[in-house]
Structures are given as structure tokens and as C-alpha cells.
């Protein structure tokens, strides 16, 4: 019985890798497996064309092939008998099976090695159940979106989108937001990055899930798969996440590669991920990102409805950055300031942890204690370069043992000295590092 | 080792099924490839008309490939003191795709007797582990 692909789209999501039988003119079969089997639409699928030397020249030969895919919850196998049709090299369907491969290679040190060579698309010409290929099929897990399940997330959404109106600032709104994906749509292990403007890096803002490690770190663009996302200005979904990094691991020893793995953010055990660009138009403000241990657990619906939630997310993190830094981008990565007549005046209210210059309000609580740190230190001793550690360390700064979210205040504290400070300044100085640049004579006084 | 035999038909449409296990007496000069009876009809149909066959052997955990390719020399239904070996292999297989995730009671499930038995006489085999080296004659 010929099968709807769209029936098949477990089969599709890489957990288990697919087969792939081709045959040249003389008769001589060639099997091999295949990472990605993409469903192109309900009559075409595209397989990834990576090291396929002999696969390629078959179908250049005699275009018919078999594919054998599976079901991951079930093991149960599928064949696809398919008439090759093109390959392409650029363009949408290339875009999206690339950008699978890049976030593999890159999470794997494969950057550039490995890499998708061409979409081969294929017309289905018929899709079939192997029968008989289980003797007792194990149960059929019910993943069929219900009626009370949409209605369950539609309201989630109500929530998810309350909490965004009603957040007074930015870390309360990331807050809120990652509070309520855990409980009205159960994703335990998220993290929301946004991308800081001086170093264009993307700076853990929030996370739920993963305790203090998931806070605070870095991640460059392209790098791993919330990197590849943040450059790309796209959704991707992964499943199998362990089958798909061996898979890249392999080329990786066979190539001899030496790159250095990224780190998975996170679940070190996470077998499904789901990460989302957030951008206001083609702006890219931030990431958001959900794993899981669950191989299966990010679905198509997942997908759209936090794609929804991601839009609102980017819209209320934008409308917050904007409120505090009104300056351009371009005026913030300008050189260091040049030391003038210049004299301002700190003044560090101690009763409410305040810090004002020259008589305005400057900032309060931690980052103003940070900042009061940092001014007495260069007074001191002239130090200029510091690192987040030993922020951490200090214990007069009443940072929290448990998710501080130092690398937040600081930004929070970069952006407040740029408005209204620009003789000192705050600039990022590599991974944990920062430095304070003073171009003019600092007074301080504390009441 | 997961398993897998590849065929075609007089007119170039390929077929393939899973394999259970594979032997060989004479280190890789002849195969013995067994494949289940229930999945392997399109097979035993092209085999009769092209005895042209390539076997692929994977270990998943890190996707070491090896393909054999090679001619058909004999088709024979297996016989019942061949039954404890293969499912022997089911068994590993299982225990193989559970070190990766993948629950045992789906390997077990795989219909795989009653199978047959198909010798073929191996003309070539290739490195076709993932990679830059895919597709290097190994012999």
C-alpha cells in the first residue's frame, strides 16, 4: 500500500540513519547509509550528498533508488522506492539541510569539512510498510496532536504572552518566559542568549533547568548549534542528537581533524534539541533554546508554537534593550575614549547600594557594587583589567551562589556607564575578562 | 553489526532488505549473508535474474562501515541448527543498539526466522565508514 509521507515524518528525523541502495549501468548494486532523508513535500524527498562518490555517479548512470528508513520509536522500516531528479547546491532546501550539517560539524570541530556537498532531490515513486519486518510490534506511542492538547498550549500561549506584556524588565521578562515554557508546555531545560552588541557574541541571559552552568556563557557566531541558528536566522530541530554527533565524530576521526569540540550548552545528555532564532525582521536580538533527554521530543509542533512565543520574546527583549541603551551599535565599538580635562564625580550611596556620577543616577544593587569595586581597585592600586572570577570570589559583592547572571549585570552595567559615563567605560577583553577604561580624573565618595 | 544486502533487477531498479548476520570461512573470499524470509522477497526476485550483490556491515556506535561486493553462488533456506546462531545475533544486535539508546525489545522484534541463506563470492570490498575515505577499495 502506497503510504503519505506525511505519515512517515518520524522516519525522517535522523535517529536512526537511513539506507540507501543504488545501482550503476552494469548491474552492480551499492549500498550506503544516509544521515538525512528531508521530505521535501508529499510527492519528493532530498537525501544528503556528502561523501557519495559512488552513490553520486550510480544515479548519474541509472537514476532509481531504495531507501529503507526507519521509524525511530519503533524500529519498523519503511521503503521508498525514488526516481532521482536533481541536485541543488544553493537556494532554500539546500539552506535547511545545511544548516543541520553545519551545527553537527561545528558542534564537532568539523567546520568546513563536514559539509553538505548537494540536496539530491528524488521523486517518491511509491512508499511502502516493509511488512512482516517485525514479528511483534512494540506499541505505537500516540504522538497525534489532540484537540485538549491544543487547547492545553493555545492557553500556555495566553500565559507565555501575559508574562511578556506584563515584565517590568528585561531579566524578570526571560524569567517569565522560561518559567512558563516548563509549565504549560514542559520544557524543563531552556535557555534564552542575547546577543551582545560590542562583542557580537550571544551571552546566556536567563536559563531554567541547567542550575548555574548554563548562565552567563558565551556562545560566537556559527559556533555549535545555537551559533549556526544565531548566523543562519533559523529554526533547528534535531533528534537523535547523540546518533547525529557520532555520526560527525566519525568523519571527524576519519579525517584526522584536530578542532576542538564546543561544549554542549547544557544537558550533556540532551538527545533532542530545539533552537530558535529570535530577530525582529531580519535583526537577530537572540536565541532561545530547548533540549531535552527525550530523542523524540521536539515535534513539528513544538516547533510552530514556539516560534510563535519566540516573536513575542523578541519583541519584548527589543522594546527592554531599547529602554536601556539608546545609543547605536556603532557608538558603542568605538575605540577606547582618549584622556581629556575631564573630572566626574562617583557617589555610592551605601544604605540602598546606589551609585551616582557628577549628581545623576547611575545604577544600583549588584552592578552598582560592581562598579564601586572597579572604581576603588584603579584608584587603588590603577588596576584596569579584571575577570568575572574574581567577582565571583568576592563576597562583599553579594553576587548569588546559584545562577548569578553576572555576565547580565555587566552588560547592564556597560550600557549604563555608555549612556551616561562615557569617560569610563567597561570593554570585553576575551572569555571572563574585561577591562576599565577611565580617560578622565575620578572622584569618590561614599556616604 | 548491523547488516545490509543490496540487489537489482535486469532493469535497474534496486532493492534492498536487512541482513541477521554474516560469516565467512576463508577470511572474506566467500560470505555466507542470512536475511529473513518475511522482507526478502524484492531480493530472492533480483537475485534470480542478477546474482550481482553488495553487502554493508555497520557498528553504530561510532558508524565503522565495510562493504562487500560480490556475486551469488548459492540461495538456500536455512536450516534449523542455524536458528540458535542467528538469533545469538539478534541478541548482540540488541544489546548494540541499547548502548545507543535504542530499547532492546525493538531489535528483538525483527523478524528473522524462518531466513535464507545466500553465499556469495566476494570480487571487492570497500572502506565506507563516514568520511573522506568512503568508497576506498579495501581489496
Known amino acids: 500500500m502506497n503510504l503519505p509521507l506525511n505519515e512517515l515524518s518520524r522516519c525522517f528525523q535522523g535517529v536512526v540513519p537511513s539506507i540507501v541502495v543504488t545501482a550503476d549501468a552494469a548491474g552492480t548494486p551499492n549500498v550506503t547509509f544516509v544521515s538525512q532523508v528531508h521530505q521535501v513535500d508529499d510527492k519528493h524527498v532530498a537525501l544528503s550528498c556528502q561523501f557519495f562518490n559512488k552513490t553520486r555517479r550510480n544515479l548519474d548512470e541509472n537514476p532509481r533508488a531504495w531507501v529503507e528508513v526507519h521509524d525511530p520509536l519503533t524500529l519498523q522500516t519503511y521503503r521508498l522506492r525514488l526516481r532521482f531528479l536533481r541536485s541543488e547546491k544553493s537556494g532554500p532546501l539546500f539552506d535547511s539541510m545545511s544548516m543541520r550539517i553545519q551545527a553537527i560539524a561545528s558542534h564537532t570541530g568539523m567546520t568546513g569539512i563536514f559539509r553538505l556537498i548537494a540536496a539530491d532531490v528524488f521523486e517518491v515513486e511509491s512508499a511502502e510498510k516493509n511488512e512482516g519486518f517485525l514479528a511483534d510490534v512494540a506499541d505505537d506511542p500516540d504522538d497525534h496532536v489532540t484537540v485538549e492538547g491544543v487547547r492545553h498550549e493555545v492557553r500556555g500561549l495566553q500565559f507565555v504572552s501575559e508574562a511578556i506584556n506584563r515584565a517590568g524588565c528585561l531579566e524578570a521578562l526571560l524569567d517569565a518566559v522560561l518559567e512558563s515554557l516548563d509549565k504549560y508546555f514542559g520544557f524543563e531545560h531552556t535557555m534564552i542568549l542575547l546577543e551582545d552588541e560590542c562583542t557580537k557574541r550571544l551571552v546566556t541571559m536567563a536559563s531554567r533547568g541547567y542550575g548555574e552552568s548554563g548562565v552567563g556563557a558565551e556562545v560566537a557566531p556559527g559556533e555549535g548549534f545555537i551559533g549556526t541558528v544565531a548566523r543562519n536566522r533559523r529554526v533547528l530541530r534535531m533528534s537523535g542528537l547523540t546518533t547525529e554527533l557520532r555520526y560527525g565524530r566519525t568523519i571527524r576521526r576519519e579525517h584526522g581533524a584536530v578542532t576542538p569540540e564546543v561544549p554542549l550548552p547544557g544537558l550533556p545528555d540532551a538527545q533532542s534539541v530545539l533552537v530558535i532564532p529570535l530577530t525582529i525582521g531580519e535583526r537577530l536580538v537572540g536565541v532561545i533554546s530547548a533540549e531535552d533527554r527525550d530523542p523524540m521530543r521536539f515535534g513539528e509542533w513544538d516547533e510552530t508554537y514556539l516560534q510563535v512565543i519566540a516573536n513575542q520574546i523578541a519583541l519584548g527583549v527589543d522594546r527592554m534593550m531599547a529602554a536601556e541603551d539608546p545609543e547605536p551599535a556603532a557608538v558603542v565599538s568605538a575605540a577606547a575614549p582618549k584622556a581629556g580635562g575631564a573630572r566626574r564625580t562617583f557617589t555610592f550611596y551605601k544604605n540602598d547600594d546606589c551609585v551616582f556620577v557628577d549628581g545623576d543616577y547611575l545604577i544600583r544593587n549588584v552592578p552598582g557594587r560592581i562598579l564601586w569595586k572597579l572604581l576603588g581597585d584603579f584608584q587603588r592600586e590603577g588596576r584596569t583589567e579584571f575577570s568575572n572570577r574574581e567577582l565571583r570570589l568576592d563576597e562583599s559583592l553579594g553576587l548569588p551562589a546559584i545562577k548569578d547572571n553576572l555576565e547580565s549585570r555587566l552588560i547592564l552595567l556597560r550600557k549604563r556607564l555608555d549612556e551616561k559615563c562615557g569617560d569610563v567605560r567597561i570593554v570585553p577583553a576575551g572569555r571572563g575578562r574585561f577591562e576599565l577604561q577611565v580617560s578622565a580624573a575620578v572622584e569618590l565618595v561614599e556616604k | ?139
Not at chain 2, 548476520?21 to 531480493?43: C, E, G, I, N, Q
Not at chain 2, 528483538?108 to 568520511?131: C, L, S, Y
Open chain 2, 1 to 139: 553489526m548491523s547488516i545490509f544486502v543490496g540487489t537489482v533487477s535486469p532493469d535497474g531498479r534496486p532493492a534492498g532488505c536487512r541482513g541477521i548476520a554474516v560469516t565467512s570461512p576463508d577470511h572474506l573470499k566467500t560470505v555466507t549473508v542470512y536475511v529473513p524470509m518475511a522482507t526478502s522477497r524484492d531480493v530472492l526476485t533480483n537475485i534470480a535474474a542478477n546474482k550481482r550483490l553488495a553487502i554493508v556491515g555497520t557498528y553504530p556506535p561510532d558508524h565503522s562501515t565495510m562493504q562487500l561486493k560480490g556475486t551469488t553462488t548459492a540461495v538456500r533456506l536455512a536450516s534449523d541448527d542455524e536458528a540458535e546462531f542467528l538469533d545469538y545475533r539478534i541478541e548482540r544486535f540488541a544489546d548494540m543498539l541499547h548502548a545507543i539508546g535504542i530499547p532492546r525489545r525493538n531489535a528483538r522484534a525483527i523478524n528473522h526466522w524462518p531466513a535464507f541463506a545466500i553465499d556469495m563470492k566476494v570480487d571487492e570490498i570497500f572502506e565506507q565508514t563516514p568520511g573522506p575515505n568512503a568508497g576506498m577499495p579495501l581489496r
